[in-house]
T-cell receptor, first 116, second 117 residues
């Protein structure tokens, strides 16, 4: 089944404790992206990746890191989480991210993160 | 970068009525406009999209219209049903700030649609 998976689905942690949220897709998509969703603010893009080893900042990258060592995986790293990073996080992927051929983005199930 | 404004933030209709959600965008170069539906506790899913070479696109009870001159696009849902109740997001792309051929997708803040039986 074609899908985007995220782990963990729920996480409660404390300020400053490094964490990684994994994202994996099995559709051979080139483009992957991370969003955070907060009440009243919609979906805001954190980072995205056009392909292996190619990443770029979205609108709210501060406090986050990403890596794209393999095509299928795009982990989100919080080196020193803070309470303002408490949010619902979505990973998404699409065939490619080229402006010449926009494609549907497929979203993962979401990760609800609470930073105390 | 792109700025996407979405209105209204909440919309309540009676079953069978129509619902219209409108979005405006700022980047005149944008040429792809998707709409995503997010049911409570679920992930966003694409329901319809439109490219700038057409002014309207329909898929059964949903349609999207685009006015490039005014830089706005709208989602129209006819004969609404309770299962249409969800949060709807519009989005528009903007070029990557480093000038590459890729793009970022900027979402509106969402509209909570409630369809009352």
């Amino acid at each position: 089944e074609a899908q985007v998976t995220q782990n963990p689905r729920y996480l409660i942690t404390v300020t400053g404790k490094k964490l990684t949220v994994t994202c994996s897709q099995n559709m051979n998509h080139e483009y992957m992206s991370w969003y955070r969703q907060d009440p009243g603010l919609g979906l805001r893009q954190i980072y995205y990746s056009m392909n292996v080893e190619v990443t770029d900042k979205g609108d709210v990258p501060e406090g986050y890191k990403v890596s794209r060592k393999e095509k299928r995986n795009f982990p989100l790293i919080l080196e020193s989480p803070s309470p303002n990073q408490t949010s619902l996080y979505f990973c998404a992927s699409s065939l490619n991210g080229l402006a010449s051929s926009y494609n549907e983005q497929f979203f993962g199930p979401g990760t609800r993160l609470t930073v105390l | 970068g792109e700025n996407v404004e979405q209105h209204p933030s909440t919309l309540s209709v009676q079953e069978g009525d129509s619902a219209v959600i409108k979005c405006t965008y700022s980047d005149s170069a944008s040429n792809y406009f998707p709409w995503y539906k997010q049911e409570l506790g679920k992930r966003p899913q694409l329901i319809i999209d439109i490219r700038s070479n057409v002014g309207e696109k329909k898929d059964q009870r949903i349609a999207v219209t685009l006015n490039k001159t005014a830089k706005h696009f709208s989602l129209h849902i006819t004969e609404t049903q309770p299962e249409d109740s969800a949060v709807y997001f519009c989005a528009a792309p903007s070029p990557n700030e480093s000038g590459g051929s890729n793009y970022k997708l900027t979402f509106g803040k969402g509209t909570l649609l409630t369809v009352n039986p």
